[in-house]
């Protein structure tokens, strides 16, 4: 189910409106330093922003490009996120 969906179906169209507030606010972040947020595998160069309690967006810098991989649910295991 599409996160946007399951949020709104769970929680209602404000909880939808305020996730989307954050996230924009995360991604202005990532957009005007990505570095801020802490790298956690250096070889493969992921980073991970907390959007969220429950929500984390994780993404890598490649040459000057941001690449956003997969905003996930905290109780999943990483790993499954970053070697899929």
């Known amino acids: 189910m599409d996160l946007i969906?399951?949020?709104e179906k769970k929680?209602?169209?404000?909880a939808v409106l305020k996730f989307?507030?954050?996230?924009?606010?995360?991604l202005k972040?990532?957009?005007d330093m990505p570095?801020?947020?802490?790298?956690?595998?250096k070889r493969m160069k992921w980073?991970?922003?907390?959007i969220t309690k429950r929500t984390v967006l994780f993404y890598k810098i490649q040459d000057?490009?941001?690449?956003?991989?997969?905003?996930?649910?905290t109780?999943?295991?990483p790993d499954s996120i970053l070697n899929s």
């Open 75 to 77: 109780r999943m295991d």
């Open 20 to 26: 989307n507030s954050q996230l924009e606010f995360f």
């Open 35 to 41: 570095e801020a947020f802490p790298a956690i595998n």
């Open 47 to 50: 980073r991970r922003c907390v």
């Open 29 to 31: 972040i990532i957009e």
């Open 5 to 7: 969906k399951f949020i």
């Open 11 to 14: 929680w209602g169209r404000n």
């Open 64 to 73: 000057k490009t941001i690449i956003l991989s997969a905003i996930y649910d």
